[in-house]
């Protein structure tokens, strides 16, 4: 196999990093088109690389037959025979056809199709590589911008797309800057695979946090969700399956020397790291960090919804900037968090007792109604005059102290007082 041709195919195999065997199958097939192309008589051509001329043959198949029909694909048993004595009617034989005048014309398609069965090659090699690795960050080399895009050289005539929008907010790069991002999608394309990356996707920072951590690569510590506002801050939560570990003192490590890393990589993205709980007031109470909570109160526990307290000096610190703490807190541990507070609580509260009070004398004005119905009445909404002369019987009907009697007398009293106000 010590020749010329084969050592050209070993030499571009490490060129493009190609098995040699997808270059041999490129040779073989334009070396068929260029055959095809120079006798035009209509045979079944196909080629086969010989390793140990290191040459590549040209065969004609054709079918052994009695009498011929059609000379470009049949061959009477006679002269099959003359090139391989076993021919019996009905098989095969493969017809040897020489390559030395296949001319320059056929040399050329040879040349093209070969080029272009080895850039398909390579296209499919870099594909199948990359479409293996969504999810992973890469390194590599901003190569040109691109109206706010990036163009990244990943190495081994790979190139990456790092859209404006996957860019977080403040990071800039120039021409021949390393950087460093996560493969998000790759798509097929006529000039080769499309790789999509991002540096503000939340798998991004996980991913920084996995390779910097070791507990979380070695599954002692699980990293429950991150979520981002890309460039601005982020929220990690994080559970050791270990007792004894603490999950948030290692993410940060010693002196904050892990987070600071990951800080460092995100030009200055601050980053929350809190320890997730299954119980939602505790894993809430960390997600809202480093606001202090006074008290929570779950409102709705199938819709998530959960109302949160804090001392007055604590508000603008739990809601933060243009609110991003709690917002960024909701989406974390998917919860509707509505935060107040205690002077904003005192003033609701004091309201509503003024409004029960007021809703209690304009019931004292329907007659025969005492302090049992007045309070079913306002613990089933219906706290005013109008709100009961439109009720139905049966609406009222179902509140503990009333009967179908006694409803239609309240509604119909309810009007009556109404009528009279006016």
Known sequence: MSNQLYRTIELISREKGLDTEVIIKAVEEAMTTAAKKFYRDGEDLFSRFNREKGQVEVFARKKVVTEVANPSKEITSEEARKLDPTAEVGSEIDIPKLTDGLGRIAAQTA???????????????????????????????????????????????????????????????????????????????????????????????????????????????????????????????????????????????????????????????????????????????????????????????????????????????????????????????????DIKSESEKRGEEELEKELRAKSRERLAQLPGIDEQIKEDLLKGGFGSLERISSASSEELATLPSIGNAKASQLIAEAKKLLTEKK
């Open 111 to 337: 040349k093209q199709v070969i080029l272009q069965k080895v850039c398909e090659a390579e296209r499919d090699s870099i594909y199948n590589e990359y479409i293996s690795r969504v999810g992973e960050i890469v390194n590599g080399i901003v190569k040109r911008l691109e109206w706010g895009d990036i163009v990244i050289n990943l190495g081994r005539e790979a190139e990456a797309l790092l859209p404006k929008k996957e860019l977080p907010w403040g990071e800039n790069f120039s021409q021949g800057d390393r950087i460093r991002s996560l493969i998000m999608e790759v798509k097929r394309g006529g000039k080769g695979p499309q790789i999509i990356v991002s540096r503000a996707d939340p798998r991004f920072l996980f991913k920084l946090f996995e390779m910097e951590v070791p507990e979380i690569s070695d599954k002692i510590i699980e990293i429950k969700n991150v979520v981002r506002e890309a460039g601005d801050r982020a929220k990690v939560a994080v559970l050791s399956k270990v007792k004894d570990i603490d999950p948030v003192g290692a993410c940060v490590g010693i002196k904050g020397n892990r987070v600071h890393s990951i800080i460092r990589e995100l030009h200055r993205e601050k980053i929350d790291i809190v320890e997730y709980s299954n119980t939602p007031i505790t894993y809430i109470t960390n997600a809202l960090s480093p606001a202090k909570i006074k008290q929570m109160t779950i409102i709705d526990e199938k819709e998530k919804h959960i109302e949160v307290i804090v001392e007055d000096s604590q508000l603008s610190l739990a809601i933060g900037r243009r609110g991003q703490n709690v917002r960024l807190a909701s989406k974390l541990t998917g919860w509707k968090i």
